[in-house]
């Protein structure tokens, strides 16, 4: 599905279609979601009103806890609290390994030889950041589903 269609005025299919589109950004130690509106970029917030998430996940055998939450748990459970994941994102196992040898975290290949972070639930290192964005739904969407997102 394209972002943008340009139509001849007059000759396009639905021309007072209005799609919501919505970007992501995911940063190395805050994400946000935003899209326009009346031409003008606006962040939305999440259910609580913040507009930025620390990109921190907090894995318990149980499940998760993202944002704000996962980053209380940082200092008690160093090994399931994944936090500027960006920066390992599309390198290999032995290249993380090499360039960041302190992280407090444990890796491990994946069968298909990706890496993985060792935690009490397991997780690749894409994963870590969609869970971010399953539970970080924007507010500001008001139950609207985008029918276009753009990921940076």
Known sequence: MALLQISEPGLSAAPHQRRLAAGIDL???NSLVATVRSGQAETLPDHEGRHLLPSVVH???QGHTVGYAARDN???DTANTISSVKRMMGRSLADIQARYPHLPYRFKASVNGLPMIDTAA???IRYAYRLIFSKRWPRGLANRSPASWMVW
């Open 27 to 29: 940063g190395t130690t």
């Open 122 to 124: 397991d997780c690749s």
């Open 74 to 76: 940082a200092a008690q």
């Open 59 to 61: 894995y318990q055998q």
